[in-house]
């Protein structure tokens, strides 16, 4: 049987559309060998997940993704092969949870102000006691017709600098290492490309990473095209990081992005599971 991992997923205990089980359920279904579901801020997922991965025959590998902040920017770390149940761990994302759900009162605050009702109640709502996040308020603008798509809510209120934007700083990025790490993890940069750094700032902020005790990048992610890929790998072999795979699924309603419908790991490069 051909391996394929997906190591970069959403359910519905942060942004994703669909239960853990569900989850698991459509990653069987896209051939998925193993699976890591990396949920914001949360592990509350992860031992239903472990469940269905069991009684569908995928192996289950307990992941997270961290807001972390560095240099006044915002950095997602996914945390991968983690014991999920580590104190550290559990006690700094609680700190996460603290500050996400202060942020979507204010969001809703300054939404009110642009005579924009009632977003807090709703994304309460949707969020079903997980992590409420932006996208959370994206789908209500949309709901709402305020906007036509996701990206329009990004562009028009919720972007950095728009009037919804609420400057929020995440944990701090060595701090997040230290907990994956001692949780018996490795760390991992998300979507390396998703920042808009500079070629200086890239560079500066991979060498922190790794001195910090880092040790992955994600090479290939769901929407990376061939250059992208050759760009992330090139990276990843400069500050001799592994490559991982992931595709940052949340959703069956968006058709560009599918569990496990990811390009092949280039062969050259040690693959974040063989450090697992
Ligand atoms: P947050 O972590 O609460 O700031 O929310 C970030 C989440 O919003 C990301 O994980 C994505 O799921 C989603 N997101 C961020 N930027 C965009 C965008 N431009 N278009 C659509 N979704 C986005
Ligand atoms: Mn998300
Ligand atoms: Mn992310
Ligand atoms: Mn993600």
């Known amino acids: 049987m051909t391996e394929r991992y997906d190591l970069h997923c959403h359910s519905m205990a942060s942004d994703g559309s669909l239960t853990p089980t569900e989850l698991i359920s459509r990653a069987k279904e ?11 801020d949360t592990i509350n997922g992860q031992q239903e997940a472990k469940v269905a991965a069991r009684d569908h025959g995928i192996n289950f590998i307990p992941g997270i993704e961290i807001s972390t902040t560095w240099e006044n920017k915002c950095f997602h770390i996914v945390g991968l092969n983690i014991n999920p149940k580590h104190d550290e761990l559990t006690h700094g994302i609680e700190k996460l ?11 809703a605050q300054k939404l009110e ?12 709502k ?6 409420v996040t932006r996208a959370h308020f ?7 017709n305020y906007v036509s798509t996701q990206q329009e809510a990004f562009d028009r209120y919720l972007g950095k600098g728009k009037p919804a934007f609420v400057s929020t700083i995440w944990a701090d990025l ?6 994956i790490n001692r949780a018996g993890g490795v ?5 390396p490309l998703r920042y808009k750094m500079t070629a200086s700032w890239m560079r500066r902020f991979l060498s922190f990473f790794k001195e910090a005790g880092g040790q992955g990048l994600e090479v290939v992610t769901g929407r990376s095209n061939p250059d992208e890929i050759r760009r992330t790998l090139n990276y990843a072999k400069q500050y001799d990081l592994a490559a ?10 968006n058709p560009w992005v599918e569990l496990g419908r990811l390009a092949p790991l280039p062969k050259n490069i040690t693959a974040i599971w063989e450090l697992f």
Do not use: C
Request: glycine share 6%; aromatic share 6%; net charge neutral.
């Open 174 to 179: 060595h701090d997040t290492i230290n907990w």
């Open 126 to 131: 949707a969020a079903k006691g997980g992590m």
């Open 30 to 40: 896209m051939g998925v060998t193993s699976l890591a579901l990396t949920d914001h």
């Open 244 to 253: 991982s795979v992931g595709s940052d699924f949340h959703t069956p309603d």
């Open 113 to 124: 102000k642009k005579s924009i009702s009632s977003s807090y109640e709703a994304v309460i």
């Open 97 to 107: 949870q603290t500050l996400r759900a202060e942020r979507a009162k204010t969001i």
């Open 138 to 144: 994206a789908s209500y603008l949309l709901a709402q």
């Open 187 to 191: 760390a991992v940069v998300a979507h």
